[in-house]
């Protein structure tokens, strides 16, 4: 088996998903916006934004856990992605961070399932293809580094463009191609 046999790609709606934990690309103030930090927050219920105003906020590249409230999933992730900005001011590793953080989030507190939505891509304006490959990178990096901390991972996919830049992404990664 190997360490990507636990990486899912998924197209549909996040918040119907009934794992331990989804992530919300969020904004710093945590208190919801558009895209799916907003459509997290709307079938989490009230209860979310409440819990979210005593966390502070949240800097780009980190992440806070909450409850899931309505939702299926037990909890809520929220990490903050970089806007896009051609590359220059430290996306790349802004972005992988945001996993990096969600991940070790749930290792620690022994969540087994966890699922991302496509961070950054939406108004942040990142390219589907570049994230695609940043993301699946630095899964499969923690994957390999802690093999056994994780059941399932779910990417999911808003649109076709998404999917098939995931898909492209993973096909690269199992053929040892990553870029």
Request: net charge negative; aromatic share 6%.
């Amino acid at each position: 088996m190997s360490d990507l046999d636990a990486i899912q790609i998924w197209r549909g709606d996040i918040t119907t998903l009934g794992v331990d934990a989804i992530v919300n690309a969020a904004n710093s103030s945590l208190l919801g916006g558009g895209g799916v930090d907003g459509a997290i927050h709307r079938a989490a219920g009230p209860q979310l934004v409440e819990e979210c105003r005593l966390l502070g906020g949240c800097k780009t590249g980190q992440a806070k856990i909450t409850g899931g409230y309505d939702l299926p999933a037990r909890h809520v992730i929220h990490t903050v992605g970089p806007v896009w900005h051609g590359g220059t001011q430290g996306e790349p590793e802004l972005l992988a961070d945001c996993y990096r953080s969600s991940l070790n989030i749930a290792r620690e507190r022994g969540l087994r399932s966890i699922a991302f939505p496509a961070i950054s891509t939406g108004i942040f304006g990142y390219p589907a293809d570049a994230a695609a490959q940043i993301a699946l990178r630095t899964i499969a990096e923690e994957l390999h580094r802690t093999p056994d901390a994780f059941e399932s991972i779910v990417l999911v996919c808003f649109d076709e463009r998404a999917e098939d830049a995931l898909r492209a992404a993973l096909a690269d990664l199992q053929a040892g191609n990553a870029r």
